[in-house]
């Protein structure tokens, strides 16, 4: 559900007509609609079906759309970093922290990097409130279920976001507790990713055994035990812990809440949201009175930087020629992932059949993200083009099938790894038997390869690539041969510890090698 006119009540500590994040399919956009999950001045202080402990759990559900954590320094590290895509716009804009993150090596003063770092551990903060609110709060009553589910939810957020940290720095100081004096938390050291990785496993598995299976009707934005297991599967992966990432994978690939029937072409659009194909989706919403405020900056960042009608975003994350030049002839997946300027005497089309604006002359790039397009019906109704409306895909089914197969590849399971790559490929050639032919080898170097490039292509432009790389240990071959000749694995796979929190911190903190 995403757009809205009725109104919303602010309370306390957040104002709580947050989206939440949505697990569920079938969930649609309407106008005149209540926003998912939030509160008005007949509900406080919570409907029936939802808790006690919302107040905090809403604030922790709204950070997930914050400019710090899922909008500008988000795709910048973890999508323009990469070889399938570069800064986009022109040659200077964004100045040299985002510049540095396209082309290496990132600087210690770079505001992206310290945008991360304060946007994912103000989250955890949050976290931290929240749980103290529920092991310690007395005045709050509720059933022990009650409690347990509250938790999982927030030890959910709170894994993830441990998770991006340690895949962003390296050694992150582990924080678990709130603090009497919160400048004390700048004072934490750190603690190194042998010791991050457990916890962040420890948060995830509470928050798989505690989650339902599917959210209550009246919310479908919230968490589930799904969600929970397939993040679960790519820590896992991370630290190529193989056969337990099979299990995680396959306990939502059995679980029957999520499947591949929606179409790829569907699945990125406004009425693809919340599909069968959603795990782990950051919802936004806008109404033409409220166009950005319980919306996210995404879309937005990446949207076509033209004129009139096509003034969409700043025209950020372009997909790059090593991209393009990736996929198999005829792949259905390129047209869904690659919006194409027009040219002289080569004009171009929009999903929804718009003319596209000329390049060099009225459109800087050659290249933008279709999966950021935004429906022209979305734009009528919100009277605005930046898109803060579109949700963002954080964990796809697809993803977990993948991840399955990459696993049971290492462990030796090929046929499984081959049927799990076979799943996946069908539903992107859409019964043309004419393209994307089965993956038939059993080498496993070869069906590794194979893996590897379904990936690249299935989750193009989605966040993972360039943390892909680094796992895989092929990040200096990938990234030189795309022409992003400054990068050096060993200094480069890790951001910089921002200067400003070390210098908050007195020098507890430490930089990473080589800044």
């Known amino acids: 559900m995403k757009l809205f006119n009725k109104k919303q009540l602010t309370v306390g500590i957040t104002c709580l007509t947050l989206a939440l994040v949505a697990v569920t399919p079938g969930c649609k956009k309407f106008l005149d609609t209540d926003i998912q999950g939030g509160y008005t001045a007949d509900n406080y202080p919570y409907p029936s079906g939802s808790g006690p402990y919302d107040v905090y759990i809403n604030a922790i559900y709204g950070d997930l759309r914050s400019y710090n954590v899922h909008a500008d320094g988000f795709i910048v590290a973890t999508s323009i970093r990469s070889d399938d895509a570069d800064k986009g716009s022109t040659a200077s804009d964004g100045g040299s922290d985002v510049i540095t993150m396209d082309n290496f090596p990132v600087l210690p003063n770079n505001g992206r990097g310290n945008a991360l ?30 409690k347990a589910q509250a938790e999982a939810e927030v030890r959910f957020v709170r894994g993830y976001a441990y998770f991006m940290l340690v895949r962003l720095f390296g050694n992150v100081p582990l924080i678990d507790k709130v603090f009497a004096d919160p400048a004390a938390q700048s004072n934490v050291a750190q603690s190194s990713p ?70 790829y072409a569907k699945i990125f659009s406004e009425d693809g949201e919340n599909s069968k194909e959603s795990i782990f989706e950051v919802q936004a919403t806008a109404s033409s009175s409220r166009k950005t405020e319980d919306g996210i900056q995404y879309a937005s960042i990446q949207g076509v930087r033209g004129v009139n009608d ?61 999966k950021v397009y935004t429906n022209p019906s979305f734009r009528s109704a919100v009277n605005d083009r930046g898109g803060w ?40 050639r ?41 796992r895989w240990g092929i990040a200096d071959d990938a990234l030189h041969a795309a022409g992003k000749a400054n990068y050096l694995n060993s200094r480069d796979a890790l951001l910089p510890i921002p200067q400003t929190q070390i210098d908050l911190s007195k020098n507890v903190l430490k930089q990473n090698p080589g800044y």
Request: with cysteine; glycine share 6%.
């Open 430 to 470: 859409a019964g043309n038997a004419a393209i994307l032919p089965k993956v038939t080898t059993t080498d496993k170097t070869g069906l590794r390869l194979a893996i590897q490039q379904e990936r690249r292509i299935e989750l193009a432009m989605e966040h993972d690539r360039f943390f892909d790389l680094v």
């Open 194 to 263: 042998d010791v991050i990785y457990p916890f962040i496993e420890k948060d995830l598995t509470v928050a798989a055994a505690g989650l339902p299976m599917v959210p209550p009707a009246k919310f479908p934005g919230r968490l589930t035990a799904g969600a929970a297991n397939g993040m679960l599967a790519k820590v896992y992966l991370t630290q190529k812990k193989w056969g337990a990432a099979m299990g995680v994978a396959s306990a939502v690939i059995n679980s029957g809440q999520y499947d591949l029937s929606t179409p």
């Open 310 to 370: 096509f003034n969409m975003g700043w025209g950020w994350n372009t997909p790059s020629p090593f991209l393009e030049a990736a996929y198999e002839a005829n792949d259905p997946r390129k047209a869904r992932t690659i919006l194409y300027a027009s040219k002289a005497g080569a004009q171009s089309r929009t999903l929804y059949n718009e003319i596209m604006p000329l390049y060099p002359s009225e459109v800087p790039n050659e290249r933008y993200n279709n």
């Open 389 to 428: 409306w579109m949700n963002v895909r954080i964990l796809r089914y697809a993803d977990v099938v993948l991840m399955y197969a990459e696993a049971a590849n290492e462990t030796g399971a090929t046929q499984e790894a081959i049927d799990k790559l076979e799943m996946v490929r069908a539903r992107a």
């Open 117 to 146: 770092w304060t946007g994912y551990y103000g989250m955890i903060t949050k976290c931290n409130t929240a749980l103290d609110a529920i092991a310690n709060n007395t005045n709050i009553v509720a059933d022990p279920a009650v």
